[in-house]
């Protein structure tokens, strides 16, 4: 079964940086499309980045600059470096994957996965 595991969230201080890693496991035909999302205590889940199979990217305002998207094929992981980290990135960052996957009768059909999240806290 295709599951997307997260981690590298913890504690740092503003101006600091992390990476996060997912990686995918199980039976994964091709990546359609991933991207990081985050949700902050009160307020909405947000797409922070995105990477389309074209290669393409596409970075909320708020940590473009910043942030960079990134994946390892070789691997099936993909990453979030987080540079010049603000007290505002503080939230729980879940990692999404919309991948082609095998089905019980060998078909491929097209699935969303998210990651169990993973903690960032920025503070002094």
């Known amino acids: 079964q295709v599951q997307l595991v997260e981690s590298g969230g913890g504690l740092v201080q503003p101006g600091g940086s992390l990476r996060l890693s997912c990686a995918a496991s199980?039976?994964?035909?091709?990546?359609?499309?991933m991207g990081w999302y985050r949700q902050a205590p009160g307020k909405q889940r947000e797409l922070v980045a995105a990477?389309?199979?074209?290669?393409?990217?596409n970075y909320a305002t708020s940590v473009k600059g910043r942030f960079t998207i990134s994946r390892d094929n070789a691997e099936n992981t993909m990453y979030l470096q987080m540079n010049s980290l603000k007290p505002e990135d503080t939230a729980v960052y879940y990692c999404?994957?919309?991948?082609?996957?095998?089905?019980?009768?060998?078909?491929?059909?097209?699935?969303?996965?998210w990651g169990q999240g993973t903690q960032v806290t920025v503070s002094s």
């Open positions: 999404y994957a919309d991948l082609a996957v095998a089905g019980p009768d060998k078909t491929r059909y097209d699935y969303d996965y």
């Open positions: 199980g039976r994964i035909f091709s990546i359609n499309a």
């Open positions: 990477l389309n199979s074209g290669g393409s990217t």
